[in-house]
């Protein structure tokens, strides 16, 4: 390895839960983690990314660390260099249980306490592999370290953490005796949709302008993907997973075998789609709206989410096997919902001969109410006129 090498992965060397201090990410270490997640090996491959698409990523990658961080929870990665060596090793052992020895062999012997004492930083030659690195370490910090990697690669909220630092989020266990492929595979239950099923085709007037506007729901926009098209009923939250740009990185990563399933990178970024359609002028004004104030108050959203493109049959809802039970809950909730005020009984159009009916109905109410006060205020008029005629005085 030459000096010139050593000094430019310098950056992976870096501590990833920093005891103290902002958690920094400079543009050449987004670069080196981008290049390695989501295998843009070549130079020529590097180029074809701008760092610009993926600030909501890094966004949510410095806060799930600083998360960890203050949880205290011991995680025997160290650094990015580690914590992209751990995202190899799983996807190399991706059919192996989470307990196995052929996965644990990452890090050093495991013993049930964490270890006091360990050299000073001055002193850890981070090039050395982790396994050899230190004596020994948790069986718990070698597990949280899995958690975190997985959080931060696949973004799947796994383990306890998110209960704790972000209630709104939900999370999901990844048994020890099931292998990554068995945890993906669980997280995400393909489905055939009942024959009960009445909806057949995505309406084109259920996107997120229609479910905010008409429907009364917010949109929360969610960086957990088993959250994705969840509906919360008691809240009348729909989560939207929004980083696409990272969705189409494991699609890159697919041509090289993939982790997560081709069709779940495919479907959900088609149903980024439905939610928000390119063509729709209102959903596009709705969303750059809610981009602005996202992004100066909750943290940036990525903007590829608004980007996307229907496939073929893209709104034939049994396409979506990951995701059609969540899909047909979002569209039932739309169909129960009333207008809250004139404004959305305006834009509610989903039943136009109701639509018709109604404002027919108002108009000729303001009518009547019109011609009333004009007949009124004549007869008012007349009245006045026939006890004071003009030239009495």
Known sequence: ???????????????????????????????????????????????????????????????????????????????YRDFLDLVDHLRVNHMEPRSSPRVLEFFPPSTQVSLQSRPSQQTIDFLQPLATRYQSCSADSASNAIDLTIRLWLMIAVGSLGAIMSPATSSVEWSRRKSLDDFISATFDPNQPSKEQKLER???????????????????WTSNLADHLLFDDDLGYIYLYHHASI?????????????????????TLHSLALMLPTVNRKCRKWFNKEKRIRDSHFGPLDPQVADQKLGRQGRSVENYRYWNDRLLRVAQAF??????????????????????????????????????LIQSITGILQAYAAYHPLGSH
Request: aromatic share 12%.
């Open 1 to 79: 390895m030459t000096a010139s090498t050593v000094d430019s992965d310098a950056d992976l060397d870096r501590l990833l839960l920093p005891s103290e201090g902002p958690i920094e990410l400079p543009e050449s270490l987004q670069r080196k983690i981008v290049t390695r997640l989501w295998h843009y090996q070549s130079p020529l491959a590097a180029s074809r990314f701008q760092l610009q698409r993926y600030i909501a990523y890094f966004d949510y990658f410095k806060c799930e660390c600083y998360n960890w961080r203050v949880s205290g929870k011991p995680v025997a990665i160290e650094t």
């Open 202 to 220: 995505w309406p084109k007037t259920l996107n997120v302008y229609g479910l905010a506007r008409i429907g009364g729901f917010t949109i929360h």
């Open 247 to 267: 969705l189409e990185g494991h699609r890159n990563e697919s041509e090289a075998g993939h982790i997560l399933p081709a069709e779940l990178i495919d479907k």
């Open 335 to 372: 169909d129960r919902s009333e207008p809250r005020g004139m404004s959305s009984w305006w834009i509610d159009r989903r039943n136009r001969v109701q639509w018709y009916t109604f404002w027919i109905a108002a108009l000729v109410l303001v009518l009547t109410i019109i011609f009333g």
